[in-house]
């Protein structure tokens, strides 16, 4: 893979928040399109508490309760990297419009990419997985809770049906229409 340069859109993105349901994909795209714009990388699943993930493992669905302290962590990464004036992709399911706007909290320079899928293919993937927490039954309580994000939040809509490299191209053709500067050192 070729080395390309760190870039934001022309909105001023420096933060991308990849979310969508639970097996929709956002690990795997996010870590590649971090990789590739030369961005850190933070696993939102990572910054569940334990319990969440045992309550996960045992099949119950999290309340909003439940992903309070998940969402203030989320929300303490994107406020990290912004505070540092670093860029970042975080993934995070942010199903509900009030999680978003709390992670986001009205700050500028963030970017959704709303990882959009269908059932069907979503409970394929869950169930070809291996060691995540999150089993194929809690799906439904996933699409439940999901409010896809509003034209007002002005997100990137990425159908999931595509390769991941074809997403990933896409998003970098938006991502990267102003590029930054290359970090000292780079050739």
């Not at 893979?1 to 991308?16: L, S």
């Not at 309070?68 to 303490?76: D, E, S």
């Not at 990137?156 to 191209?169: A, K, M």
Request: hydrophobic share 40%.
């Amino acid at each position: 893979m070729t080395a390309e340069a760190p870039c934001r859109d022309a909105d001023g993105t420096t933060i991308a928040v990849i979310m969508g349901v639970s097996g929709a994909g956002k690990t795997t795209l996010g870590r590649q399109l971090a990789e590739r714009l030369h961005w850190k990388f933070a696993e939102g699943d990572a910054l569940h508490p334990p319990e969440n993930i045992a309550k996960m493992k045992s099949g119950q669905p999290l309340t909003d309760a439940d992903r309070a302290p998940w969402l203030i962590a989320v929300a303490r990464v994107i406020d990290h990297w912004r505070g540092q004036g670093e860029c970042g992709v975080v993934t995070c399911s942010a199903l509900k419009r009030a999680y978003r706007d709390q992670i986001i909290d009205g700050g500028g320079g963030v970017r959704l990419i709303y990882l959009r899928g269908r059932r069907e293919v979503i409970a394929e993937r869950i169930g070809a997985r291996q060691g995540h927490f999150m089993p194929t039954s809690l799906l439904d309580s996933q699409f439940a809770a999901l409010e896809p994000p509003g034209l007002d939040e002005n997100p990137l809509i990425v159908d999931i049906d595509h390769p991941v490299d074809e997403i990933v191209n896409g998003l970098m053709s938006v991502l990267c229409s102003s590029p930054l500067p290359q970090p000292r050192g780079a050739e």
